[in-house]
């Protein structure tokens, strides 16, 4: 079974930077597409970035060039670097599938908090 779990949040202040990771196990992470989500309280989750296994990425528009995904495919590890962070970038960080695929089980998520 695919297991996910994100780490590397954190509270910070607005204009700051936080790098998540995301570790994959369970199959073949070469495989896979994989994406970042965030949910903010009272929210949907929201795609946030794709990255597939050659390193290509896509960003939601909202992402203006404040983030960029990367994986290492030698440690099954996927992160997202996020800079320039907006008090409306709080929320709970996952990771799973590229956007528009079916998902697997979702792990626990790391909590980002922009604040000043």
């Known amino acids: 079974q695919i297991q996910l779990v994100e780490s590397g949040g954190g509270l910070v202040q607005p204009g700051g930077s936080l790098n998540l990771s995301c570790v994959f196990s369970?199959?073949?992470?070469?495989?896979?597409?994989m994406g970042w989500y965030r949910q903010a309280p009272g929210k949907p989750r929201e795609w946030v970035a794709s990255?597939?296994?050659?390193?290509?990425?896509t960003y939601a528009d909202f992402v203006l060039d404040r983030f960029a995904a990367s994986r290492d495919n030698n440690k099954n590890t996927v992160f997202l670097q996020m800079n320039s962070l907006k008090p409306e970038d709080t929320a709970v960080y996952y990771c799973?599938?590229?956007?528009?695929?079916?998902?697997?089980?979702w792990g626990q998520g790391t909590q980002v908090t922009v604040s000043p």
């Open positions: 799973n599938r590229g956007r528009g695929l079916p998902t697997w089980p």
């Open positions: 369970g199959s073949t992470f070469t495989l896979y597409r």
């Open positions: 990255i597939t296994a050659a390193g290509s990425t």
